[in-house]
């Protein structure tokens, strides 16, 4: 069995909940090194870069129509209506500009995306994403005002050894909003997250290997 795969099943082996989803994050890997994952049969990509996901998708997604694509990395305005034709997910939704674009964008091709709001749950100055004092206001304004399918919260805990604190803190804002999704979890610690109701976790070492 091909390593990949027999990864993929590691992982799958580690979660009890058949409502968790695997995002395997392919982002800078090529489409043959994926490629098994998708011959297995999983549908749910990550990808961090417009343009690298537009070269690697585009045509695979015609022929495979079950994939379903995950942005998850930093969204740039200006790349806005690009990532609507290409992803189904957006887990970066970060500020009123992106939202109201990213409204207009789907609504003019008459698609309908599902997002989540990127929350900066350790209040962190280099990172992205809606203060948690913001949070109410913006969920507000992407779910009443823009009409936007915001199904859940999304965060990237800082690296200072508390993810259990800040998976709890994303999960209990998350129940506050009703939501049902929350994307949390990556490689070194979705397990932890999993214990707070993660039900996206995005994997990709520990499916792909590490990057070089």
């Known amino acids: 069995m091909c390593l990949i795969i027999q990864n993929f099943i590691n992982v799958k082996s580690l979660i009890a909940n058949s409502n968790v989803n695997i995002v395997a994050v392919s982002k800078t890997f090529s489409y043959e ?13 990550g990808e961090n870069k417009v343009q690298e996901a537009q070269g690697k998708w585009s045509e695979i997604k015609k ?38 674009l990213l409204a207009k964008f789907q609504n003019n091709i008459n698609k309908k995306l599902s997002y989540f709001i990127q929350v900066n749950i350790g209040n962190e100055t280099q990172k992205s994403g809606i203060g948690i004092k913001a949070l109410d206001e913006f969920f507000y304004y992407c779910t009443k005002e823009l009409k936007l399918n915001i199904i859940g ?12 604190f800040h998976f709890k803190n994303l999960m209990e804002l998350n ?11 990556m ?26």
């Open 33 to 45: 090194h994926i490629k098994p994952l998708v011959d297995y049969g999983h549908n749910h990509f």
């Open 63 to 100: 022929i495979q129509p079950n994939v379903k694509l995950h942005m998850i990395g930093k969204l740039q305005s200006n790349k806005a209506k690009e990532a609507v034709k290409l992803f189904d997910y957006i887990h970066s939704v970060d500020s009123p500009k992106l939202a109201s």
């Open 153 to 164: 919260l999304m965060a990237i805990p800082p690296n200072d050894g508390k993810e259990t």
């Open 175 to 185: 129940k506050l909003l009703g939501l049902k999704e929350l994307s949390m979890g």
């Open 187 to 212: 490689s070194k610690d979705f397990k932890e997250a999993l214990k707070y109701e993660a039900t996206f976790i995005r994997i990709g070492s520990s499916i792909f290997g590490n990057r070089s």
